[in-house]
């Protein structure tokens, strides 16, 4: 069955954090939208271009069955901004499958519900994890329930994997 995937990214996300894993998904056959500040285009960290489908303002968490936060210094900027971590909170509290790469958890800590989960992210994130309440395992893809994370880029294909499969 085909499910609709909303990932939430700006600029400077790290490319490959992005591009490897919404390949994936959309080789499994699931739809993906990205979702940004405003419809148009952004860069990569190392300059790749990607295509904003929709602004923040005009999506809902009702609309999708999973969200993928990838990560770089986009999760950094997104968590500024409370659409998005209301956005991200709605997928954390309905334990809807939320999956996140790298840097992608500084968006989830800034929900206030990581407290007591046990996830793993990029180095320099996971002690914020921990002092936000979590169980830091250093692996290449923890799974809590229908929370996915994976800490840096050579870890992507285990982190695919575990994406497709919860997809499935």
């Known amino acids: 069955m085909t499910k ?12 490959v954090e992005f591009t490897d ?13 990205t979702i940004g500040f405003e419809v148009g ?9 990607i295509n904003i489908d929709k602004s ?7 609309d999708f069955e999973a969200l993928f ?14 659409r998005f971590v209301d956005f991200v909170k709605s997928f954390l509290s309905k334990n809807k499958l939320t999956a996140s790469i790298c840097h992608g958890p500084q968006l989830m800590i ?5 407290h007591g989960r046990t996830m793993t992210s990029y180095l320099t994130v996971q002690p914020d994890l921990y ?22 880029p050579k870890d992507i294909p285990a982190f695919n994997e575990a994406v ?5």
Request: no cysteine; hydrophobic share 40%.
């Open 4 to 15: 609709k995937v909303a990932v939430v990214v700006t600029d400077l996300v790290e490319d």
């Open 21 to 33: 894993p919404v390949e994936a998904i959309k080789n499994a056959g699931h739809d993906v939208t």
């Open 41 to 49: 285009t952004i860069k990569g960290k190392h300059g790749t271009k």
């Open 56 to 62: 923040i303002a005009d999506v809902a968490p009702e």
């Open 69 to 82: 936060i990838p990560g770089g210094f986009s999760p950094d900027q997104l968590r500024a901004d409370q």
């Open 110 to 114: 800034q929900t206030g519900l990581v």
């Open 131 to 152: 002092y936000a309440g979590a169980r830091i395992e250093d692996q290449p893809v923890v799974i809590d329930g229908n929370l996915i994370t994976s800490r840096e």
């Open 164 to 168: 497709v499969a919860a997809l499935a």
